[in-house]
């Protein structure tokens, strides 16, 4: 990699210690990548937060860069952590494990990240601007500043999104290059009637599905209604890259770099063509509901973290009503988020009625070892569908939003959506 004479005197270990470490890690990676060169990064958003994603190596490495004078160089936001910070003792955290997570937050603090402790930061606390070049990592937010802001970043990976941070740079390579975002595959929904496409589990089904079809290349999505909203295309960008690894997509019309099909594929027309139909949305859904009970355990919703209009509508389902006796209902949000919303009078009716809120944190990155096992949870995340069976070993029922609060209200899955 060509470097700057910045960058040099970083490798060289002019800026102590801690900064060299992270530069070698990253011409490193760079070289692997086939980079030719850093670009300069405005700021940054780090997944590796959560005790559970990098345990206690990965809390050494956080510890060494800062005890050897290192700091993030940009603003820098950060992930859920493995802990509700307020409430993790009422929520079954050990005390053993709470004081792993502190260290590892105690650690980032001292780097000088932003404690957001979120994975969409995008919502309010940290928000590119169209063409900007960042260093993020965490899926779902890439996918989301990619495909829905315009912003510049790529699946850095854990550790890595670190040393970009401490650098303030990232290699140049893969989505950071124009040609790269070109689109590949055409997804055409056909069949679709107005039914469709109005509560953001469709999003999720669909975003899922995608991933499947194209794994890692750049979808050119046409058909979607105009009243696709944020939220949506955060439930579709968290489902396009789990049940793939899709960090880009376009949709026509609706994201910034596809206002038609030309641009969204720079001029090329020998792309495939994917159809996707009701069948096919209703297999996927099908297969993403592996229970096959009644009785639901927990309702799981806010993964992604849920925004403030996400919190009010559900609010106004809660209202006056008291969740079932046997049957949990975790909501995850930003703390930021949460201020907003107690600030509102939304989140002391949602707690008025037995559902718990929680911060910082959520259920796939809290201690999942054998708590969960066996158990029945029904979400509206296409992310949760993919990851809650694999981590906590539960059965999943996929339901809209409005099921999702019913099924807490009443502790039986919802019937099947007819359409
Ligand atoms: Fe966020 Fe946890 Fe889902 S970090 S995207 S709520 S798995």
């Not at 559970?52 to 990965?58: F, L, P, R, S």
């Amino acid at each position: 990699m060509r470097l700057t004479k910045e960058e040099q005197l970083m490798l060289d270990g002019d800026k102590g210690k801690g900064v060299q470490q992270a530069m070698e890690i990253l011409v490193k990676m760079g070289e692997l990548y086939g980079a030719n060169r850093f670009l300069p990064v405005k700021n940054a958003h780090i997944d590796a937060a959560a005790y559970t994603t990098i345990w206690d190596a990965g809390t050494e490495f956080i510890e060494y860069l800062v005890d050897n004078g290192a700091k993030v160089a940009v603003p820098t936001t950060i992930n859920p952590v493995s802990r509700d910070i307020r409430n993790w003792e009422k929520l079954g955290t050990t005390k053993k494990f709470a004081k792993k997570s502190k260290r590892l937050e105690d650690a980032y603090l001292k780097l000088g990240v932003i404690p957001t402790w979120t994975c969409a930061p995008y919502q309010c606390t940290n928000v590119p601007v169209f063409g900007e070049v960042v260093s993020w990592s965490e899926s779902n937010a890439v996918n989301f500043i990619n495909s829905v802001v315009g912003a510049k970043a790529e699946r850095l990976p854990d550790l890595v999104d670190v040393c970009c941070a401490v650098v303030g740079r990232v290699p140049e390579y893969g989505l950071y290059k124009d040609e790269n975002r070109a689109g590949d595959v055409l997804i055409r929904l056909e069949y679709f009637n107005d039914a469709w496409f109005r509560d953001s589990v469709d999003y999720a089904i669909l975003g899922y599905r995608i991933g499947e079809l194209v794994v890692n290349k750049v979808p050119v999505i046409a058909g979607l209604p105009d009243h696709t909203t944020p939220d949506d295309l955060k439930a579709l960008s968290a489902a396009a890259a789990s049940g793939g690894a899709v960090a880009l997509f376009h949709v026509i019309g609706i994201t910034p770099e596809a206002p038609n099909l030309k641009t969204a594929f720079h001029g090329r027309n020998d792309y495939d063509v994917i159809n996707i139909t009701p069948k096919v949305f209703r297999e996927t859904e099908k297969r993403l509901s592996s229970a096959n009970r009644e009785e639901v355990d927990l309702v799981l919703v806010g993964c992604p973290h849920l925004s403030f209009p996400e919190l009010k509508e559900i609010a106004g389902l809660l209202a006056g009503k008291h969740t079932a006796k046997d049957t949990k209902f975790w909501i995850h949000t930003s703390r930021t988020v949460y201020d907003l919303a107690a600030r509102a009078g939304i989140a002391q009716v949602i707690e008025k009625s037995g559902a718990v809120i929680l911060n910082d944190t959520c259920l796939m990155k809290m201690d999942c070892e054998g708590v969960w096992k066996g158990q029945h949870f029904v979400t509206n995340s296409g992310k949760a569908a993919q990851y809650a069976p694999a981590i906590a070993g539960v059965d999943i029922t996929m339901a809209n939003l409005k099921g999702c609060v019913k099924t807490a209200l009443t502790g039986k899955r919802p019937k099947r959506r007819l359409y």
